[in-house]
């Protein structure tokens, strides 16, 4: 069974970067669609980015548009989500989680497995 840990949030300013690591054990995440939840306080638990294990395809939120990428490296087992012009709106805790069929979904119980999350915070 996977395991999913989440790194690399921190406290940003308005305008900064972080980048999001989700590390994998125990599988590889070849054939797993990755997905990248947000959970802001008092707030539903929202998808922001996904990328497909089938045809590498990726899907993101209209809000962090042209300021998130995903990307993945398989012989390492990790997920990155480079987060770039961050905005006091981002700030949340970050899940990782995995899609057994390896393609995005939109539903939250479609993802099979979920990391502990990691806290990015913006603020001045």
């Known amino acids: 069974q996977v395991q999913l840990v989440e790194s690399g949030g921190g406290l940003v300013q308005p305008g900064g970067s972080l980048r999001l690591s989700c590390a994998a054990s125990?599988?590889?995440?070849?054939?797993?669609?990755i997905g990248w939840f947000r959970q802001a306080p008092g707030k539903e638990r929202e998808r922001v980015y996904c990328i497909s294990a089938v045809d590498g395809s990726t899907w993101y939120s209209d809000s962090v548009k042209g300021r998130f990428t995903i990307s993945r490296d398989n012989a390492k087992k990790t997920v990155h989500l480079q987060m770039n012009n961050l905005k006091p709106e981002d700030t949340a805790i970050y899940y990782c989680?995995?899609?057994?069929?390896?393609?995005?979904?939109?539903?939250?119980?479609?993802?099979?497995?979920w990391g502990q999350g990691t806290q990015v915070t913006v603020s001045s």
């Open positions: 125990g599988s590889t995440l070849d054939y797993y669609a």
């Open positions: 989680a995995t899609a057994t069929t390896g393609w995005c979904y939109d539903q939250r119980n479609k993802y099979d497995h």
